[in-house]
């Protein structure tokens, strides 16, 4: 059984390491989605207008912030533990104690999610600085960007324990995330994108995650927005599954 205590010690490192490049961490995480939100919301957005009877702004908003969250959860998933991994040996001296590799792969995901969560909210925090309008439904934000975060921090370990060299994180950057974030409805609807890619934007997680925020910010949050729920669950379910068996066989098999 995996137990809660290694977790909570993995997690105290973390927050060691933390406080230590807290503040280069935060600038690089609120600044990137804020900038697409000011290029895409604001630039385009004088152009466009209103989208579906919202201002592109505020679409983007909401958009955006799954992108924030997808950056800080595959990206710390794959190159934070490929480097302790493989260049560090952190991992080698943290199975010397006793944590098991699910308990590690729990904790890092763990952690990368709740950073997903928190700065995940920067893009829409702006957004209201310039205009959109607060709603109850925004402290739902979190959660979303957390479970969000989780799943693809596991994606980010799976990755990494697969790969050959810390160079072929080109290909997944490039041919996997990508077009990801591009097609999940956060710059435009997929409902106008070819019928083919609509459809193939079902089975992207990130697309769920967009349509989980838009309905938490705008209030219209429903029953068919389980369906979105359940594919991050499942998707992060799937993922802890094949980070935890991959780690091992490179941590210990």
Sequence with gaps: MMEFAPVRA??????????????????AAMTEPTIYLLAFGYGFGSVVGALYGYEYKDFVATGVVATAVLFIGAFG????????RTFQHTYDAMLAAPVDVRELVTAEAS?????AGVYGCAPMLVGVAFGLEPSWGMLLVPFIGFLTGLAFAL???????????????DYVITGALT?????????????????WVATAAQ?????????????????????DDLGHLGVLAGFAVLMWVLAVWKMRARLID
């Design 203 to 223: 089975v992207n997680p990130l697309y769920h995650c967009v349509e989980l925020v838009r309905g938490a910010v705008f209030g219209r949050l429903g029953l």
């Design 77 to 84: 998933g794959m190159f934070n533990t490929f480097i302790r």
């Design 179 to 195: 077009p990801m974030f591009m097609v999940a409805g956060t710059f435009f609807p997929v409902t106008q994108l070819p019928a």
């Design 155 to 169: 994606f980010g370990v799976w990755v990494s324990a697969i790969v050959p060299s810390i160079n072929t994180f």
């Design 10 to 27: 993995v997690w105290r490192r973390e927050l060691a390491l933390y406080r230590r490049y807290w503040a280069s961490t935060s600038f």
């Design 111 to 115: 952690w990368l999610a709740v950073k």
